[in-house]
């Protein structure tokens, strides 16, 4: 059965048990043992002294109006008692419009889990069996944030598809900018099981994609930063290619809008259907002229030596 959440002004008897509504509170339930009623203000985290904070050890108890509450068992205590491989790891890519042409999510896991053979249903969300690695997410003392990678199977070229559609959106984009959410919680709380509750799950992770660092039949693989992360941008963040402008042709990158028309090969083409860019600084000297300011959507200086 799912925890309900805590309440404003609300009367609470001894053995009520409930789940902060502050997404960093410890992923804790908390158990009423002096009955009355809560506050009109929730508990906070690492707040100031004025407003009390949400225990973070088990057997630790906090005043809430009248009520007392006190910390008890969640998903990371089930941890000590449990096989860790119990641990349901899922992920979400959220695409952003602006810079992928669409809002759409994906939702996926690595299928390591040998209890669960199929897709996953979490807090009435599907999550796609897809192999994948995860690597990275663990912080260290070092001062610097982490960089995980996440490197999803290419079977069948569907992410390389995905790609090709981001990139009509924004030339060389490579998922850049998309959000991706780690999502960790036991199998017990998925969806079906008897103890189902999809608010039993450790805190969410947000990363965004930095790059794609590689792509082959076989997979893709992204390098994700915390939003956080400013100091390990990398420029230009998209992938160095020398010769071949990467803009879709008349778009606003490219910003050609002319009637004069040429085929792939720059001859004189008579119609705007026999209109083909050759994706090369001279196809673009054709259209805008030798002299003028080329928006060239490539580094034609990549790779010259003295």
């Known amino acids: 059965m799912a925890v309900a959440a805590w309440a404003a002004s609300t009367a609470f008897a001894v053995g009520d048990i409930r789940r902060a509504t502050i997404e960093q509170a410890s992923g ?20 100031d002294s004025n407003v009390p904070n949400w225990p973070k050890n088990i057997g630790d108890t906090v005043t809430d109006g009248t009520c007392v509450w006190t910390a008890i068992a969640s998903a990371y205590e089930e941890l000590a008692k449990i096989n860790p491989s119990a641990i349901i790891e899922l992920f979400e890519v959220r695409l952003d419009s602006a ?14 889990n040998a209890d669960v053979t199929g897709n996953i249903i979490f807090n009435s969300q599907t999550y796609s069996r897809v192999p994948l690695k995860a690597d990275g997410f663990e912080y260290a003392n070092t001062g610097t944030l982490p960089r995980p990678t996440l490197a999803i199977s290419n079977l069948s070229s569907t ?68 939003k956080f992360d400013l100091a390990g941008q990398k420029i230009p963040r998209r992938q160095i290619i020398a010769n071949i402008c990467q803009w879709k042709y008349r778009s606003d990158e490219c910003s ?8 792939v090969n ?35 200086g990549a790779g010259l030596t003295k």
């Open 28 to 47: 804790l339930f908390f158990r009423c043992t002096t009955a009355g009623t809560s506050a009109a203000t929730e508990p906070g985290v690492n707040t």
């Open 99 to 112: 810079l992928h042409g669409s809002n759409d999510v994906y939702r996926f896991h690595a299928g390591s």
């Open 159 to 226: 992410i390389s598809a995905l790609l090709l559609l981001v990139n009509a959106t924004t030339a060389g984009n490579d998922l850049g900018g998309a959000e991706v959410r780690r999502i960790r919680t036991l199998k017990k709380y998925l969806d079906g099981e008897s103890a189902a509750d999809p608010n039993a799950q450790f805190p969410q992770e947000r990363w965004f994609i930095d790059r794609k660092s590689s792509e082959n039949r076989d997979s893709v693989t992204f390098e994700l930063a915390s």
């Open 256 to 263: 050609y809008t002319g009637s004069n028309y040429f085929d």
């Open 266 to 300: 720059g001859n004189t083409a008579s119609t705007l259907a026999q209109d083909v860019c050759g994706k090369r600084v001279a196809s673009c000297k054709l259209r805008f002229g030798d002299n003028a300011e080329l928006p060239f959507g490539s580094f034609p």
